[in-house]
Nanobody, 122 residues
Framework: QVQLVESGGGLVQAGGSLRLSCVAS?????MGWFRQRPGKEREFVAA????????NYADSVRGRFIISRDNAKNTVFLQMNSLKPEDTAVYYC??????????????????WGRGTQVTVSS
């Protein structure tokens, strides 16, 4: 059974930082982060292939967020810096069995975590 468990969310002031973690068990592959802001559809944030050779970021977070992974622990991280109130969302990690991708489309991912809330106050 494949499980993805996110952690690290919380409340932070604008300009602050948070680091999200997602531990995957039962499967390896490319991993990505998505978010769903209040009243919005789920959107892509960042993704990284298994080898790290491919990385993609949404334009809205490029230069502020950094995705990384520890394959020995099957864990992916999202370092979020210079946070803005519009970054407030539930953040989800996802796993794509195709380990060489860094897919932007949510439909490419086979497994999802339950999400962790990030709230940025102004």
């Amino acid at each position: 059974q494949v499980q993805l468990v996110e952690s690290g969310g919380g409340l932070v002031q604008a300009g602050g930082s948070l680091r999200l973690s997602c531990v995957a068990s039962g499967r390896t592959g490319s991993m990505g982060w998505f978010r769903q802001r209040p009243g919005k559809e789920r959107e892509f944030v960042a993704a990284m292939a298994w080898s790290g050779s491919r990385i993609n970021y949404a334009d809205s977070v490029r230069g502020r967020f950094i995705i990384s992974r520890d394959n020995a622990k099957n864990t992916v991280f999202l370092q979020m810096n210079s946070l803005k109130p519009e970054d407030t969302a539930v953040y989800y990690c996802a796993l794509d069995r195709l380990g060489y991708t860094a897919a932007i489309a949510a439909t490419a991912y086979d497994y999802w975590g339950r999400g962790t809330q990030v709230t940025v106050s102004s």
